[in-house]
């Protein structure tokens, strides 16, 4: 992993190239939506930077954006799980790559529970989805 833009968007060395990678199935609050935008930044560049990853794919490889679109695997652990069970994202399920949709529902669930991150203080006050439209330049 050579750059952790934000909680779930990294750029990645594949192939002796750098490839900017979206996590599939979660979204992290934006880095302006403070404080979680950052701490979901923070703990994933603690997690993943300078490390090697392997990327698994799902049915769509790529966003509209240009970007890979992976599961990011380190040491057996799934970080798009991990980032979900430690309260730093919402699951974010877009067909057909739902392959691990359904262990995702169940960290959040389990987040929720146990008061992991945002859910401490009864969630997030608006959605990523929606703090982007809100903010979205015109």
Request: glycine share 8%; proline share 4%.
């Amino acid at each position: 992993m050579v750059k952790v833009y934000d909680g779930d968007t990294v750029t990645v060395l594949l192939g002796g190239r750098r490839e900017r990678v979206r996590l599939i199935g979660i979204d992290c609050p934006e880095l302006r939506q403070r404080p979680w935008g950052k701490r979901a930044r923070d703990f994933l560049r603690r997690l993943v930077l300078h490390r090697t990853v392997r990327l698994e794919l799902d049915v769509d490889p790529w966003d509209r954006y240009g970007r890979l679109l992976a599961y990011v695997w380190l040491d057996g652990e799934l970080v798009n799980e991990t980032l979900v069970r430690e309260g730093l994202c919402l699951i974010y399920t877009v067909p057909p790559n739902v392959k691990h949709a359904e262990r995702f529902r169940e960290a959040q669930r389990w987040a929720r529970e146990h008061g992991r991150g945002f859910w401490a203080e009864g969630g997030l006050s608006e959605t990523p989805y929606q703090w982007r439209r809100r903010h979205r330049r015109h």
